[in-house]
Every structure is written in C-alpha cells, then in structure tokens.
C-alpha cells in the first residue's frame, strides 16, 4: 500500500491498512458545516459540532493504530461561527438551505449549535477537536498559526477580518522523528534573546551574533546553499577568508507561518498551498517514508511528498477528485512518479 488514493469512505477503508504502515499523516478534513461535498458519507455535515468531532476521533483511532510510533500528524483545521454559513461568514438566520457557491453549496445548517452557544459565537472547532484528540490518547505538542497574508475578505464591522486557520502537531508518542534542522529558517535581525537549540544531544543557547560566530556552528549558514554539508563546508572556508558577512544567521522555526493561499484552479474546494505543508513533510517524515492523507481532496499531499522523496497513501471519498489528483500527480510529476 504506497503511492495510490483509496476511493470510499475513510473510516471504512483505513481498516485495511496494516498497522504502524505510515510514518506522517498531513490532513485537512472538511471543516464543521461548511461545504456540501455532494457525496453519501461525507465527514462536515453533521448536526451538530459534537458529532463531528466524535467523528473524527474514531477516525483518528485507526490513523494511531496505522502511524508508526515515532509518527505524527499535522492536522490543518479552521474555525466557523455557530450558526453561520462557514469560517467567517455572518450568522445568516434567512437562509437555511444553503447558498450557491461555485460548484459547491455553501452549507448552512440551522441546527448547528452547541450547546447554549449563541448566534455568532465562535465555536472554536479546531481547538475541540484538539481537546478530544488529547483525551483520546494523544499527544497535542503544539499550534502552528497558519497566518494567510491574502485572507478571503469578510464584510464584517465587529471584529476583525480572520487570517488564520491552525495546524495542530499530534504525536503518538513522548518521543517522535522531528526533524528541526530541515526546516531552519532565516533569523531576521538579532533581538539579544535567548533561543536554545539542540544538535546531536549538545545544547546551543545564547541567540547573538558574537557567540554564534566564535563558536562556528553551522547555525550559520552561507545564503541560499541547500545542502547542509555544503553550506558547512563554504561557511568554514568563507570565515577562513574573512567573508563572515555572507553568511546568513538560522534559527528554530518559529510557530507562526505565513503562507499565501493559492487555490488550485482545477479544484472547485478548499486545497491547502503546497507551501505550507512543506515544512510538515520535512519535518515529519524522513526520506522514502510514507505520509498519509485520509481527505486526499485534489492530491496536494500525493504531490508534495513525491515532490520530496517520500511516499504517499491516501483516500477519498469522490472518485472524481481521485482522478483529479492521479492527473495533478502526473502533470506534476510526471514519469518520476
Ligand atoms: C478540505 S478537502 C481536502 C483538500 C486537500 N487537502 C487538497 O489540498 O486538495 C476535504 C476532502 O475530504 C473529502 N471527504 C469528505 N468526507 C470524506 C470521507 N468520509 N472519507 C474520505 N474523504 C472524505 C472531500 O471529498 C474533500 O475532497
């Protein structure tokens, strides 16, 4: 079970993956209440937010029993208001069959409310999933912000226009594969601040400028070098040679991310930039691993981890966005894949 998309429904067809198969699960399951995908079995339109997160964790069981142990899950969700049409919209309390959106129906359920939440509260779905997943047995290690530069404009006057969705990193155990050094990232300017960093069981702290150069540790890397060697090896010869002001100062990625939303233009649903799980494939997966995506949607996590070296296993519920990935993988990938 490598490099194909299962179609049907996730729940059911996970049972058929062996356990501990997959190294990384990187996901955006449909978000509570807000698009009708057309299709029997659909995950997003339950009544209410309880049943869709206790929907997802009886999916999340079988994803534990399939991860490997050193495994982790890179969970994209977004948050709606209750009663509203989806993230971000206003409560709308005329229109309760669903508003015509592109090729979708923006589905807007009247019954969505959780418990004596009022209109226009904000449910906070993401942040009970996150909760539900912990209670089940997971670890929650942390909220990535994944802040949109070009958010979807809202024509709201009482609060602000939202810019960002989360990415939640679950792992199956204390200890998992993370990778922190491939996905470094530009230190801009120097704050004086204290930023410890690990490598290869020795501590770094001490975030300036002058202790990073007197200690010559490839924190420091020459510009826009990628592999690591290389950069190591230049940095030395380029300090021997006193050109230390080419090299570029690195540094622990940091928990905020911002990526442009680019939608993919054969899809007519919500894909997420191949940008932004970049960082959650390097990080989560190594080399020739296997990351799973149980709502394959158009395949951008097929793409991205054949794009990298790593291998993908997927499933989704559409068999027309099943072929809609198998083309994007090709026309992406071509015969490489
Ligand atoms: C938000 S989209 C995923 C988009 C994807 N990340 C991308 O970049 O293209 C969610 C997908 O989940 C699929 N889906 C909904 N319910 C499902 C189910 N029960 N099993 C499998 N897939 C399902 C939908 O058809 C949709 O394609």
């Given at each position: ?273 191949q ?24 395949g951008?996590?097929a793409v991205v981890?054949r794009k ?19 083309e994007r993988i090709y026309n992406e990938l071509g015969?490489f894949n």
């Open positions: 079970m490598i490099n194909k998309i299962l179609c049907g429904d996730a729940i059911a067809l996970i049972k058929d993956v062996p356990d501990e198969h997959v190294n990384c699960v990187v996901t955006s399951p449909p978000y509570y209440g807000l698009r009708d995908y057309g299709h029997d079995g659909q995950i997003g339109l339950e009544k209410s937010p309880k049943e869709y997160v206790e929907k997802l964790v009886e999916l999340f069981r079988e994803i534990h029993r399939i991860l490997k142990k050193d495994g982790t899950v890179w969970l994209n969700l977004g948050d709606s208001y209750n009663g509203s049409g989806g993230p971000g919209s206003q409560w709308d309390n005329k229109n309760t069959k669903g508003i015509k959106s592109g090729n979708f129906k923006k589905f807007n359920n009247p019954n969505k409310s959780v418990g004596n939440l009022k209109p226009k509260d904000l449910i906070g779905i993401p942040w009970r999933v996150a909760f539900a997943l912990q209670a089940d047995g997971w670890y929650l290690r942390q909220d990535i912000i994944w802040h949109k530069p070009n958010p979807m404009p809202e024509s709201v006057k009482d609060r602000c226009t939202k810019a960002h969705e989360y990415i939640f990193l679950l792992s199956k155990s204390a200890k998992y594969y993370y990778d922190a050094e491939a996905i470094v990232e530009d230190a801009t300017g120097f704050d004086g601040r204290k930023d410890t960093y690990f490598k290869g069981g020795v501590k770094y702290d001490g975030f300036n400028e002058q202790t990073m150069l007197s200690r010559g540790h490839e924190r420091w890397r020459y510009k826009n070098l990628k592999e690591k060697g290389q950069q190591t090896h230049i940095m030395h010869e380029k300090r021997a040679n006193g050109l230390q002001d080419e090299l570029s100062p690195i540094r622990n990625k940091r928990s905020v991310w911002t990526v442009t939303t680019k939608p993919y233009k054969e899809a007519h649903f919500a894909t997420y930039p940008d932004l799980i970049k960082p959650c494939i390097l990080a989560g997966c190594p080399e020739n691993g296997i990351v799973f995506d149980p709502f394959m949607g158009s951008t996590t981890a990298l070296n790593r291998n993908y296993l997927g499933i989704e519920l559409n068999p027309e966005y099943v072929k809609l990935s198998e015969m």
